[in-house]
């Protein structure tokens, strides 16, 4: 059975609060960037005004106004030390259906932030999407070692253990760990669902294991 991807599970959440999390570059992404928060670039946190500037930014982005991605291009190559506008402006490509675009920014993002989790993450759902299935894996496994509160990447790396690289059993971990995070709140029960589905096909691959190798 298909699983939707993060963002087709929780509607309407990545864009906003991804990037906000992510304007200095290296800021924690489930939350607002902290006043003191540390710019890759000048050892300062970005100002209030920045800060606004780019929220408004977002909010028409998310409200699809027609001028607002031109505008967050010509912020983020005005500010180019900040990885939240790069990871917003490569989600905006990739939902346009241009991947060569997103790729791009994803990877300008993880050259910006060395400890940025989500564009690791966005990397790895575009290798999904084109079949490389080992690339997929990587990146989910390096946006959890950047950052291991990134509650999308266990998700992403469970439904790839799931579907693509079949492996149950880290499937299951993947999807109780994104679960313990609190990660399916809006998620309408589904992820629950395939939680148990999981654990009685692990269980009974175990059991029969155990009475194969019985003698």
Known sequence: MLRPGWT??????????????????????????PAGAASAATGEGPSPELQATYAALLSRLKSSDPTALNDLEKFSAAHPDLAGPLLNLGLARA??????????????????????????????????????????????????????????????LAVLYELYIPRPELALANYERYLQMGGAAGANGDVEKWVADLRRRVGGTAKTARTEGTT
């Open 95 to 156: 939902r346009a259906g241009d991947e060569a675009a997103a790729r791009d920014y994803y990877e300008r993002a993880t050259k910006v932030c060395s400890r940025c989790g989500p564009a690791w993450n966005e990397l790895g759902v575009l290798a999904r999407q084109q079949g490389r299935f080992a690339d997929a894996e990587q990146a989910y496994l390096r946006a959890i070692e950047l950052q291991p509160d990134h509650a999308p990447a266990y998700y992403n």
């Open 8 to 33: 087709d599970l929780n509607p309407g959440v990545v864009l906003l609060v991804l990037a906000l999390g992510a304007l200095t570059g290296c800021a924690t992404v489930r939350n607002s960037p």
